[in-house]
């Protein structure tokens, strides 16, 4: 036989057990076991699947320690389900490795939350526009007023929480996903109405006994009027 034609046979024959040999394991996670277990660790639960399964499954006591409330509900599933929901809840995953199955974590997305602008306006039960009231995003010193018309316009981050506030208002809480519009209507707050003390640089909510110089108590009804 001609060195090139072995060459050639050597090669094919190694193909074939590699396919073969990739096949097997491929065969292996989508395997039925059937296992179930209610509140067991997550070191026990695994422990579980590599018994039945054929896999050794390899994980440091550090990963799975925290997690002690794993349920399962007993029937036939593929190995790759079974771990699937067995991790569902946890920070962890898992990779195979041939024979092994390697519980590792989750990568954290390093991508910036995506900034949105977000228009609208803060209207009464009424529709009519609240001048003044305040949008803001919460936890965060970044707002800004609705003009005359009640129209604002914000840049956020998806994921932030806008808060909308006006004297005499109950707030209002938005959270922004992808949407670039939030139309709020507030609702009259009676009870914060019951006194509002005027003095030079605006209104405020005081104690009389703090008081210096003159005021203007004015009650809801007079503000209603």
Known sequence: MKPFFRTVVCLFFLFIQLFSTAHL????IDKQINIGFQNQTLHDALSAVAKV????????????NPYTQITLEQQNRSVDETLNLILAGTNLTYQIRGKNLLIINKKRSDTPPQSVVIQGTVKDTDDIPIAGASVFVKGEPKGTTTDKEG????TVSQGSILVYSFLGYETTEAVIDSQTQQHVVLHENITNLTEVVIVSTGYQNLKKEKMTGATVTISAEELGT
């Open 25 to 28: 394991y491929g065969q292996s």
């Open 53 to 64: 399964s054929g896999f050794a499954v390899n994980y440091t006591m550090d990963q799975v």
């Open 151 to 154: 129209h604002y316009s914000i």
